[in-house]
């Protein structure tokens, strides 16, 4: 029984954690129009979160859950979403993982991305933003800093 215990949750979770599956995670930002940008694994908050609640707690026995937080850019307008990914696998050998895609729909977190990965565009008239040299209007890259400019 101590065997069981340790290999249910120690070994199975360590070995055999659930894994993104880029393919599908691709496929499924096909139909929202969206480009895959990261991912990472959920916190425990966010774990907490968003994980199904009314599941049995039978599932809890004989599966594993893992929650990904997978940034996309959309497509037509330009903005970022957030989704959350929750994948389930059973210890049995022949059940197919269970993935559900999850939208994050708080505005707050949503606008909160979206301003901190938007691009800050700076006019450039004769002078370098970084270090103030000198420049013309045909330089791409300042000749005193480096600075790339577009």
Same mark, same amino acid.
């Given at each position: 029984?101590i =065997? &069981? @215990?340790?290999?249910?949750? &120690?070994l199975?979770?360590?070995?055999?954690?659930?894994?993104? /599956?880029?393919?599908e995670?691709?496929?499924?930002?096909?139909?929202k /129009?969206c @480009?895959?940008?990261?991912?990472?694994e959920?916190?425990?908050?966010?774990?907490?979160k968003?994980?199904?609640?009314?599941?049995?707690?039978v599932?809890? &026995?004989?599966?594993?859950?893992? =929650?990904?937080?997978? =940034?996309?850019?959309?497509?037509?307008?330009?903005?970022?979403?957030?989704f959350?990914?929750?994948?389930?696998?059973?210890l049995?050998?022949?059940?197919?993982?269970?993935?559900?895609?999850i939208?994050?729909?708080? @505005?707050?977190?949503?606008?909160? @991305?979206n301003?901190?990965?938007?691009?800050?565009?700076?006019?450039?008239?004769?002078?370098c933003p970084a270090?103030?040299?000198?420049?013309?209007?045909t330089?791409?890259?300042?000749?005193?800093?480096g =600075?790339?400019l577009?």
């Open positions: 029984m =065997l &069981l @215990i340790i290999g249910r949750y &120690l199975y979770p360590i070995l055999f954690k659930p894994k993104l /599956n880029f393919e995670t691709y496929d499924f930002f096909k139909t /129009n @480009i895959y940008i990261s991912y990472r959920a916190g425990h908050y966010e774990s907490t968003y994980r199904e609640q009314n599941k049995p707690m599932n809890d &026995l004989f599966s594993v859950v893992v =929650l990904y937080r997978v =940034l996309a850019k959309e497509l037509d307008n330009n903005t970022y979403k957030i959350w990914v929750e994948i389930q696998s059973w049995t050998p022949m059940v197919k993982n269970k993935v559900r895609f939208e994050e729909q708080d @505005i707050d977190i949503i606008n909160e @991305i301003d901190s990965l938007a691009s800050k565009v700076v006019n450039i008239d004769d002078h270090c103030n040299n000198p420049i013309n209007k330089d791409t890259v300042c000749n005193d800093c =600075l790339t577009k």
